[in-house]
Each structure stands twice: as structure tokens, then as C-alpha cells.
């Protein structure tokens, strides 16, 4: 039996021998990580430099994608598993580290096409963001919005769209901010902070609204990755997505509400000098 993966069935839309050199590293493998990497491994792409210190828990179960056999194990391992297993040929570093400590992180950044930011913590995002200016590399960061009420995806290409940092700066010349308990509080999270003291309780969002969002960070990706390629896949002409999943008073009015942005390189910010 051929253990390559066969693209018969999608290679009228995408070949990937034409990319099979493209290196994606990513941070974070979480509920939102672990399906955007399975995603772009069926779509071709092989060659990957993984960080995450992370074990899989019992809690994760409700989010990510992976099987209860692989509790207590890094994720880096079990991602490394499920990559080599759909593809044979692909090619996976593992790094379970942090990436503010890890002595490997500046290298991936550097031999990678493109970074892929998906951690938890909106100050990895910036450190990210921050090397990926640094190196000239293009990111593609998402994040969902407490209690899963939507999500935000957002794209740096060096020199031709705004950084990170862009991002806070146009938001906060546009006081544009929405503060954290316009979001709302489920009644769990209620419970937790008022009922049982644990401040630092985030609220999750469902599995559902999670992956929501990282396929589009995947679409992103493929298009950042793709610009200069001849594929199905056009280069989209904005870099800032902001999508609502479902109602919430004086942030969305409906359900799949998208609004899209191309945020230039801000003057005030480091990444517009480069
Ligand atoms: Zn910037």
C-alpha cells in the first residue's frame, strides 16, 4: 500500500508538490491550534517546527480534537503523531517549551515561511508578533472572544500590512476597545468568581465556536502562504477579520456577523521603520 498522502481528489484546487518546501512553525496546540494544523496538513503543507509545553488534560477533552488515550501527554507529541500519520512524508520538530524562554524560537522563525500564533496569552501574541517584525516573517494570529461570542484573525505581511502592536494602537486611537465585561459572564464563570473566588477563570468558549474561528485563521494562512503561488486560493485584500458567532447587545446584532479590515503599517509603530 502507498502510505503517501494522495491529493487526487483536491488537486484540481491545490498542488501541493509546488509548496512542499513551505515551513509553518506554530505556537500553540490547543482547541484552537491542534484543528488548524490538521487542516493544513491534509492540504499539503509538511514541514513544521511545534511549540507547546502543554499535556493534554481531562478538561481539554470538551475542546480539543484528541482521544482520551493521549491524556498526559505533551501536545507536541500527539500533533507529531496525527501529522505523520495522515502524512508519511511530512517532516515535524517538536519544541515543548515556552516559546519567551525557548533558545530554539528565533531559528524556527527564521527558517520558516510563515508563523502560525495560537496561543492563549495576548503578551505571546505581542512577543510573536515582535520577532516576527524583527525577521521580516509573515504571522497569522486568531483569538476568540471570552465566552466564545466570536473571534478575531489577523495577518501580518512585512512591509505591506500592520503588525500586532498596529492592531492595539488602531484600536486604541479609535477607542475602539471593547472592555472585557461588555462580553458578558456565563452563569458557570458568575459561579466561579463570585461563588468560589477564582479570579483568574476564563470563559471558554464551546468547541464549536473554538474551530469556528481557526478554520478561518487556516484560510488565512493558506492565502499568506499562497500569494505568490498559482492556486484557487486569491490573496484577500484585507488582513483583519473580526467575526461575531452569535448575538450580543452592543457588539453584534446578528448571528455570523463578518467585518473585514486592511490595516496598513500605523506611523507611530516599530514595524512601519523595518
Ligand atoms: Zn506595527
Redesign the pocket.
Given at each position: 500500500m502507498n502510505l503517501n498522502l494522495d491529493y487526487d481528489r483536491i488537486s484540481y484546487l491545490l498542488n501541493p508538490e509546488q509548496f512542499k518546501d513551505i515551513k509553518i512553525t506554530v505556537i500553540g496546540l490547543g482547541s484552537g491550534g491542534a484543528p488548524a494544523v490538521d487542516h493544513l496538513t491534509m492540504n499539503g503543507f509538511r514541514n513544521w517546527d511545534l511549540y507547546d509545553h502543554d499535556i493534554l488534560e481531562p478538561v481539554n477533552l470538551v475542546k480539543h480534537p484528541r482521544m482520551r488515550k493521549d491524556l498526559g501527554r505533551l501536545k507536541v507529541d500527539i500533533q507529531k503523531e496525527w501529522i505523520l500519520d495522515r502524512n508519511p512524508d511530512a517532516k515535524v520538530n517538536t519544541y515543548p517549551e515556552n516559546v519567551l524562554q525557548s533558545e530554539n524560537f528565533i531559528n524556527s522563525i527564521k527558517t520558516s515561511d510563515l508563523i502560525l500564533s495560537c496561543p492563549d496569552l495576548k503578551i505571546i501574541r505581542e512577543f510573536i508578533?515582535d520577532k516576527c517584525?524583527e525577521h521580516q516573517k509573515p504571522f497569522v494570529t486568531a483569538s476568540v472572544f471570552r465566552t466564545g461570542i466570536g473571534g478575531e484573525i489577523y495577518s501580518?505581511i512585512p512591509n505591506e500590512t500592520?503588525?500586532?502592536?498596529?492592531?492595539n494602537?488602531h484600536l486604541m486611537n479609535n477607542n475602539a476597545f471593547i472592555p472585557d465585561d461588555a462580553f458578558g459572564l456565563t452563569d458557570e464563570e458568575e459561579e466561579k468568581i463570585y461563588g468560589l473566588g477564582e479570579k483568574d477563570f476564563q470563559a471558554s468558549g464551546l468547541s464549536v465556536d473554538i474551530q469556528t474561528i481557526s478554520l478561518i485563521q487556516v484560510r488565512m494562512a493558506m492565502s499568506v502562504l499562497l500569494r505568490n503561488f498559482d492556486t484557487s486560493i486569491p490573496k484577500m485584500n484585507f488582513n483583519w477579520i473580526v467575526y461575531g458567532i452569535r448575538p450580543k447587545k452592543g457588539i453584534f446584532n446578528q448571528h455570523f456577523d463578518i467585518r473585514k479590515f486592511n490595516l496598513k503599517?500605523?506611523k507611530a509603530?516599530?514595524?512601519?521603520n523595518k
Open positions: 508578533s517584525v501580518y500592520g503588525c500586532y502592536r498596529c492592531l494602537l503599517p500605523q509603530c516599530n514595524c512601519s
